[in-house]
C-alpha cells in the first residue's frame, strides 16, 4: 500500500533534505484560535539535523494527543515544542515535552494504532483561548466534522503561512472508504471535503478532527495521494478511549 504521511520537514544548519510531502491545511479558511482552543502545534526536533512538524490535541492539563509516527522516532535526546493559546504558531504560549508515549500496538508499516501522548513539563493554564477537547466512549453520530492546522495556503507553490486554517469535512461510511481506499487499517475511518479543494496534507499528521465544536473523533494519519489527495484516514480516537484514560494515569502517576 502506497501511502503518505502528513508531517512536514524542514532543514536545520543548512543541510538539504528531500520534500517529497504536501502542504498543510489546503483550501479551507482562516481561523481565530477561540473557534479550536484545543489545537496544539509540534516542532519536533529529533536529531541535530532534522525537524518535523505536526498538530495535536488537547486532553486535559498535562497532556496532548497526536499521532504515533509524529514522535515514533525521537529518542531521549529529542526535543518537542508545544504550542497553544494564538492562531499565529509563533505567538502561542510554548512549552515542552516531558515524555511521550506511543500507543504499544503501533505498526510503523500498516499505520495501526497510530495514536500516541505526550505529557508537558509545565500544565496548561486554561482559559479562553487555551481549553481541552472532549473524547467520549460513544460520541454523537454527526457526518460533518471539521479539522485545523497550520502550514502552507498554496501547496504546489509551497507558500507558507504561520496562521490557523480549517476546513469541512465529511465523514464517510467504511463502504465509501473502501470504495475510495480499497482497504484501512482497523480503528480507523476517513474524511474529506465535498468539492475535494479542502483537506489535510504535510504537516496536519496528528491535528483534530472535530465534530460539535469540541468532541475530537478522530486524528490525521495518512492519505493515498495516487488514490486520493482529500480522502484523509483518521486514527478513531473514540476506539482508544480506555488506553487514553489509563495512559494518562500512568504516565501522571508513573
Known amino acids: ?29 482562516r481561523v481565530p484560535i477561540d473557534l479550536y482552543p484545543h489545537a496544539v502545534f509540534l516542532d519536533v526536533i529529533c536529531s541535530m539535523s532534522i525537524t518535523w512538524i505536526c498538530g495535536a ?5 498535562h497532556f496532548t494527543v497526536t499521532a504515533a509516527h509524529c514522535v515514533v522516532e525521537c529518542t531521549t535526546n529529542g526535543h518537542i515544542s508545544v504550542a497553544v493559546g494564538h492562531e ?15 500507543h504499544e500496538d503501533y505498526n510503523d508499516s500498516t499505520l495501526s ?19 481541552r477537547a472532549i473524547v467520549m466512549r460513544k460520541p454523537p453520530r454527526d457526518n460533518v466534522a471539521y479539522v485545523a492546522g497550520w502550514g502552507l495556503i ?28 480499497r482497504e484501512i487499517p482497523k480503528y480507523t475511518f476517513c474524511a474529506g ?34 488514490l486520493s489527495k482529500h480522502v484523509i484516514v483518521y486514527t478513531n480516537v473514540t476506539h482508544f ?8 494515569r500512568n504516565m501522571y502517576c508513573g
Request: with cysteine; aromatic share 12%; proline share 2%.
Open 1 to 29: 500500500m502506497l501511502w503518505q504521511f502528513l508531517v512536514t520537514f524542514t532543514c536545520i544548519n543548512n543541510k538539504v533534505l528531500a520534500e517529497e510531502l504536501e502542504g498543510y491545511i489546503v483550501g479551507g479558511e
Open 113 to 131: 494504532s497510530d495514536i500516541a501522548l505526550v505529557r508537558l513539563r509545565t500544565p496548561f493554564e486554561f482559559g479562553q483561548y487555551v481549553k
Open 193 to 226: 471535503s465535498e468539492s475535494g479543494n479542502d483537506y489535510a496534507a504535510g504537516g496536519d499528521s496528528g491535528s483534530g478532527l472535530v465534530i460539535k465544536d469540541f468532541i475530537l473523533i478522530g486524528l490525521v494519519s495518512y492519505k493515498q495521494p495516487f
Open 154 to 181: 498554496d501547496e504546489i507553490n509551497e507558500i507558507p503561512t504561520s496562521w490557523l486554517k480549517h476546513a469541512q469535512q465529511r465523514v464517510f461510511s467504511m463502504e465509501e472508504c473502501k470504495q475510495i481506499l
Open 57 to 61: 490535541s488537547i486532553v486535559n492539563q
Open 241 to 248: 478511549y480506555g488506553w487514553l484514560s489509563r495512559s494518562t
Open 88 to 102: 499565529n504558531r509563533n505567538r502561542g504560549v510554548i512549552s515542552s515535552a516531558f515524555k511521550y508515549k506511543t
